[in-house]
């Protein structure tokens, strides 16, 4: 369920990015306060995105059995908050 709720809001972000991407790159700003609005809005609807992608990473990750964790037998070895980083570059 996780993977299809994160698929539909990722095509939802993307949607609306591409869409004020279209009107940034098609001069619909009538003035420079609205190309920065406009740049702001796709900046977070990018943003938004990544932490969506690092939340279903993280689930991906959580849910596939480690094999050092089976080995010790703990089911909570990465619940210690790393891999918070995914090392992708900023959407921006």
């Not at 996780?2 to 003035?31: E, I, P, Q, Y």
């Not at 920065?36 to 596939?64: F, H, P, S, T, W």
Request: charged fraction near 30%; aromatic fraction near 6%; hydrophobic fraction near 30%.
């Amino acid at each position: 369920m996780m993977d299809s709720f994160a698929s539909v809001l990722r095509d939802k972000l993307r949607t609306d990015m591409n869409t004020h991407a279209d009107d940034l790159a098609s001069g619909m700003c009538r003035n420079f306060e609205e190309y920065q609005k406009l740049c702001g809005v796709i900046q977070g609807l990018a943003l938004a995105e990544r932490y969506l992608l690092d939340l279903v990473d993280a689930q991906q990750k959580d849910e596939e059995p480690d094999e050092s964790d089976t080995a010790r037998g703990s089911s909570n070895a990465r619940s210690n908050g790393t891999g918070r980083n995914s090392g992708r570059a900023s959407p921006y």
